[in-house]
């Protein structure tokens, strides 16, 4: 099987849509397929990066499962670094592995990419 | 070279859509991508001559016409969403191109990417 390379660019807030979920989901279907994935987070969506994020303990927490998967299946994260300025988050604040990015990167990203989802909510 | 499509749809005082959506777009200048922005729905007021979210205190949309010109952009709206919406008179520094909904969707196949914001 050829192995893709998969860019998803999500755009809406963790836990107020569910876009991070869908995009996880893809992910790592496509990591357990052998492709090279990544997700790019552009406007709120960055908040899931944030590593103090804490959800009631029978809800997931959408940074530790993408913790996870960057740490175990080799997810590739890049956060809209203007994005992160204008929602005062630090780069000491995110979660392990994810990388404070920027708009060149998404168009290398697009440049490069096999396949690029957009989710907007 | 990818040519990418980058569709508003959300209105331009209320949302930050278009403003992001001009901004992403100028941003692929940076790669091997060539953009284009077509508005549509609320978003399609964003090209009449009086929008101007800068009179709310909110950030201006205005700036990105110097882009447009900088990097000469390709600027669409549906001509169905200018006249739900009584849009009538279109600033000229968008260079917006006008298409209607069926033409619109014989260029799409043309495009590598369609973005929605």
């Known amino acids: 099987m050829e192995k893709l390379k998969i860019t998803i660019q999500v755009m809406a807030p963790p836990y107020s849509y569910q876009d991070l979920d869908t995009a996880l989901n893809i992910a790592e279907a496509g990591l357990d397929k052998g492709h090279d994935v990544g997700i790019f987070l552009f406007a709120d969506s960055i908040l899931s990066t944030f590593s103090r994020v804490k959800p009631i303990r029978m809800d997931r927490n959408i940074p530790e499962c993408m913790k996870t998967m960057i740490a175990e299946k080799g997810l590739r994260v890049d956060i809209c670094g203007i994005c992160m300025d204008y929602r005062g988050v630090s780069p000491q604040e995110v979660i392990k592995g994810a990388k404070p990015s920027g708009l060149p990167e998404l168009a290398a990203l697009m440049a490069t990419s096999d396949r690029f989802i957009n989710l907007m909510a | ?117």
């Open chain 2, 1 to 117: 070279m990818k040519k990418v499509l980058f569709v508003i749809y959300q209105a331009p005082a209320g949302s930050i859509w278009p403003n992001e959506g001009f901004r992403t777009a100028f941003g692929m200048y940076a790669d091997d991508v060539e953009p284009e922005v077509l508005l549509i729905d609320q978003a399609a007021i964003t090209l009449a001559r009086e929008t101007e979210p800068k009179k709310l205190g909110l950030l201006s949309i205005k700036m990105v016409q110097k882009y447009i010109g900088k990097y000469d952009t390709k600027v669409l709206v549906e001509k169905e969403s200018l006249q739900k919406f009584h849009v009538t008179d279109l600033d000229e520094a968008y260079q917006a191109e006008v298409l209607s909904r069926a033409e619109l969707h014989a260029r799409l196949p043309q495009y590598d990417h369609v973005v929605f914001m």
